[in-house]
């Protein structure tokens, strides 16, 4: 194996979000996941060939996805997971916990309230607020369910950065918009709409038709190329 290793990078010397495309963090979260599970298994050590196998990535995609933050590995080792896990979380700056406040105690917003795996990357709920008089009071996986007003003070006291909309899509931009009034930073939008936030706000919108329209063409156009169907989505 041909990894090398320096120093775990800190806070301090990341590259800025914007030196880095979206997609490389996106992995970066794939290879954390999976690291965590190789652990859980008992593996001590993955190279980056097998961790791109794993995954789908050459090798190659491995190494320069973690090159953006320096050098990871032992020559003739590969990488001792546990030391890898630690400079993702450093990295993803999930190494302290997040609390989160969510808008929309709806189906969903339930689920999500009962979600475990927000736990394991050091995330919690940690308040919920819904427009329904008739969920306000109610206590959801220990979590209770706060009126709208209620909203910036309980941000400011519990010190949360972080917000998720999980609200109709005609009421997404009013509820963004008392989220960053509120003092929050980063934003995961469930509704099917772009939101429109000042600079200093980060957002992601999560879309599962759209994920499901990818999925879509990718099956048409592989069953057209299967018919030789000229009429079938082209290839880029």
Same mark, same amino acid.
């Given at each position: 194996?041909t990894?090398?290793r320096?120093?775990?990078?800190?806070?301090?010397d990341?590259?800025?979000d914007?030196?880095?495309p %979206?997609?490389?963090?996106?992995?970066? &979260?794939?290879?954390?996941r /999976?690291?965590q599970?190789l652990v859980?298994a008992?593996?001590q050590?993955? &190279? &980056?060939s097998?961790l791109?196998?794993?995954l789908?990535?050459?090798d190659a995609?491995?190494r320069?996805d973690l *090159?953006?933050f320096?050098?990871?590995?032992y020559?003739?080792v590969g990488?001792?997971?546990d030391?890898l896990?630690?400079a993702?979380?450093?990295?993803?700056?999930? +190494? #302290?916990?997040?609390?989160?406040?969510?808008v =929309?105690?709806?189906n969903?917003?339930?689920a999500?309230?009962?979600y475990? =795996?927000? =736990?394991?990357?050091n995330f919690a709920i940690a308040?919920a607020f819904?427009a329904?008089?008739a %969920?306000v009071?109610?206590?959801?996986?220990g979590?209770r369910?706060?009126?709208?007003?209620?909203?910036a /003070?309980?941000?400011?006291? %519990?010190?949360i950065?972080?917000g998720?909309l999980?609200v109709?899509?005609e009421r997404?931009?009013e509820?963004a +918009?008392?989220?960053?009034?509120a003092g929050i930073?980063?934003?995961? +939008? $469930?509704a099917p709409?772009?939101?429109v936030?000042p600079? #200093?706000?980060q957002a992601?919108?999560?879309?599962?038709?759209?994920e499901?329209?990818q999925l879509? $063409?990718a099956v048409? &156009? %592989?069953?057209?190329?299967?018919? *030789?169907?000229?009429g079938?989505?082209?290839?880029p």
């Open positions: 194996m990894d090398q320096t120093q775990p990078p800190q806070a301090a990341l590259p800025s914007a030196s880095v %979206k997609v490389v963090v996106s992995r970066l &979260s794939l290879y954390l /999976e690291l599970r859980a008992g593996q050590t993955i &190279s &980056s097998q791109g196998t794993m789908g990535f050459s995609q491995v320069k *090159g953006f320096g050098q990871f590995g020559p003739g990488y001792r997971c030391e896990i630690r993702m979380r450093d990295i993803l700056g999930t +190494n #302290h916990s997040w609390s989160v406040a969510m =929309g105690a709806g969903l917003g339930q999500l309230l009962g475990r =795996g927000f =736990g394991r990357q308040a819904d329904d008089s %969920k009071g109610q206590t959801i996986q979590v369910i706060q009126p709208l007003d209620e909203l /003070e309980t941000v400011r006291d %519990k010190g950065r972080l998720m999980v109709p899509a997404a931009q509820a +918009n008392l989220l960053v009034a930073e980063g934003i995961v +939008n $469930f709409v772009t939101l936030l600079p #200093h706000v992601v919108g999560v879309d599962l038709a759209i499901l329209e879509s $063409f048409t &156009s %592989k069953l057209a190329r299967a018919a *030789g169907d000229p079938g989505p082209a290839d």
